[in-house]
Nanobody
Protein backbone atom coordinates (compact mmCIF):
# COMPACT_ATOMS: atom_id res chain seq x y z
CA UNK A 1 0.00 0.00 0.00
CA UNK A 2 0.91 3.65 -0.30
CA UNK A 3 0.65 6.37 2.32
CA UNK A 4 0.79 10.14 1.91
CA UNK A 5 1.65 12.07 5.05
CA UNK A 6 1.25 15.83 5.17
CA UNK A 7 2.77 18.27 7.63
CA UNK A 8 3.29 21.99 8.11
CA UNK A 9 -0.21 23.28 8.70
CA UNK A 10 -1.11 25.57 11.55
CA UNK A 11 -2.40 28.96 12.63
CA UNK A 12 -0.90 32.10 11.10
CA UNK A 13 -1.84 35.77 10.91
CA UNK A 14 -2.89 37.33 7.63
CA UNK A 15 0.17 38.21 5.58
CA UNK A 16 2.19 35.39 7.06
CA UNK A 17 3.69 32.28 5.49
CA UNK A 18 3.50 28.52 5.89
CA UNK A 19 5.20 25.64 4.11
CA UNK A 20 3.36 22.37 3.65
CA UNK A 21 5.10 19.08 2.94
CA UNK A 22 3.72 15.76 1.74
CA UNK A 23 5.77 12.57 1.55
CA UNK A 24 4.65 9.41 -0.19
CA UNK A 25 5.86 6.01 1.00
CA UNK A 26 5.16 2.36 0.42
CA UNK A 27 4.90 0.37 -2.79
CA UNK A 28 5.85 3.06 -5.33
CA UNK A 29 7.50 2.58 -8.71
CA UNK A 30 7.12 6.12 -9.98
CA UNK A 31 5.02 9.17 -9.18
CA UNK A 32 3.45 11.19 -11.97
CA UNK A 33 1.47 14.28 -11.02
CA UNK A 34 1.33 15.54 -7.45
CA UNK A 35 -0.93 18.26 -6.20
CA UNK A 36 -2.42 20.20 -3.35
CA UNK A 37 -6.14 20.66 -2.88
CA UNK A 38 -8.09 22.44 -0.18
CA UNK A 39 -11.54 22.25 1.28
CA UNK A 40 -13.07 24.98 3.39
CA UNK A 41 -16.14 24.38 5.53
CA UNK A 42 -19.23 23.95 3.35
CA UNK A 43 -17.28 24.32 0.11
CA UNK A 44 -16.30 21.73 -2.47
CA UNK A 45 -12.68 20.60 -2.52
CA UNK A 46 -10.69 22.63 -5.05
CA UNK A 47 -7.32 22.41 -6.74
CA UNK A 48 -4.70 24.76 -5.34
CA UNK A 49 -1.64 23.73 -7.35
CA UNK A 50 -0.23 20.75 -9.20
CA UNK A 51 3.14 19.69 -10.54
CA UNK A 52 4.15 17.04 -13.05
CA UNK A 53 7.10 14.70 -12.69
CA UNK A 54 8.97 16.97 -15.05
CA UNK A 55 8.29 20.05 -12.99
CA UNK A 56 5.52 21.75 -14.95
CA UNK A 57 3.17 23.60 -12.60
CA UNK A 58 -0.42 24.75 -12.56
CA UNK A 59 -2.08 27.11 -10.05
CA UNK A 60 -5.54 28.24 -9.12
CA UNK A 61 -6.04 31.90 -10.02
CA UNK A 62 -6.66 32.74 -6.37
CA UNK A 63 -3.14 31.70 -5.32
CA UNK A 64 -1.03 32.73 -8.32
CA UNK A 65 1.87 34.89 -7.25
CA UNK A 66 1.51 33.90 -3.59
CA UNK A 67 1.92 30.10 -3.52
CA UNK A 68 4.70 27.99 -5.00
CA UNK A 69 4.57 24.23 -5.52
CA UNK A 70 7.74 22.19 -5.83
CA UNK A 71 8.83 18.57 -5.48
CA UNK A 72 11.81 16.43 -4.64
CA UNK A 73 11.49 13.28 -6.72
CA UNK A 74 14.28 11.51 -4.85
CA UNK A 75 12.32 11.94 -1.61
CA UNK A 76 8.83 11.39 -3.11
CA UNK A 77 7.91 14.70 -1.53
CA UNK A 78 5.89 17.68 -2.70
CA UNK A 79 5.92 21.09 -1.05
CA UNK A 80 3.62 24.09 -1.02
CA UNK A 81 5.15 27.40 0.00
CA UNK A 82 2.34 29.76 0.93
CA UNK A 83 3.10 33.46 1.28
CA UNK A 84 0.91 36.52 1.84
CA UNK A 85 -1.76 34.31 3.36
CA UNK A 86 -5.30 35.59 3.57
CA UNK A 87 -8.23 34.52 5.78
CA UNK A 88 -9.86 33.09 2.63
CA UNK A 89 -6.99 30.57 2.45
CA UNK A 90 -8.29 28.93 5.63
CA UNK A 91 -9.08 25.29 4.83
CA UNK A 92 -7.97 21.71 5.20
CA UNK A 93 -5.21 21.13 2.67
CA UNK A 94 -4.89 17.71 1.06
CA UNK A 95 -2.05 16.22 -0.93
CA UNK A 96 -2.76 13.97 -3.92
CA UNK A 97 -0.44 11.75 -5.93
CA UNK A 98 -0.93 9.81 -9.17
CA UNK A 99 1.50 6.93 -9.32
CA UNK A 100 2.47 3.52 -10.60
CA UNK A 101 3.15 0.75 -8.11
CA UNK A 102 5.20 -1.48 -10.40
CA UNK A 103 7.30 -1.39 -13.56
CA UNK A 104 4.49 -2.70 -15.80
CA UNK A 105 2.70 0.65 -15.34
CA UNK A 106 -0.58 -1.04 -16.10
CA UNK A 107 -2.65 1.09 -13.74
CA UNK A 108 -2.20 4.63 -12.47
CA UNK A 109 -3.40 4.86 -8.89
CA UNK A 110 -4.62 7.94 -7.05
CA UNK A 111 -3.84 8.45 -3.39
CA UNK A 112 -4.78 11.20 -0.94
CA UNK A 113 -3.24 12.34 2.29
CA UNK A 114 -5.22 12.76 5.49
CA UNK A 115 -5.23 16.56 5.32
CA UNK A 116 -3.64 19.32 7.35
CA UNK A 117 -5.49 22.34 8.74
CA UNK A 118 -4.40 25.82 7.73
CA UNK A 119 -6.04 28.69 9.59
CA UNK A 120 -5.34 32.32 8.73
CA UNK A 121 -6.52 34.90 11.23
CA UNK A 122 -7.41 38.46 10.25
Amino acid sequence: QVQLVESGGGLVEAGGSLRLSCTASGRIFSINDMGWYRQAAGIQRELVASITSGGSTNYADSVKGRFTISRDNAKNTVYLQMNSLKPDDTAVYYCKALLYTDSRRRYEYQYWGQGTQVTVSS
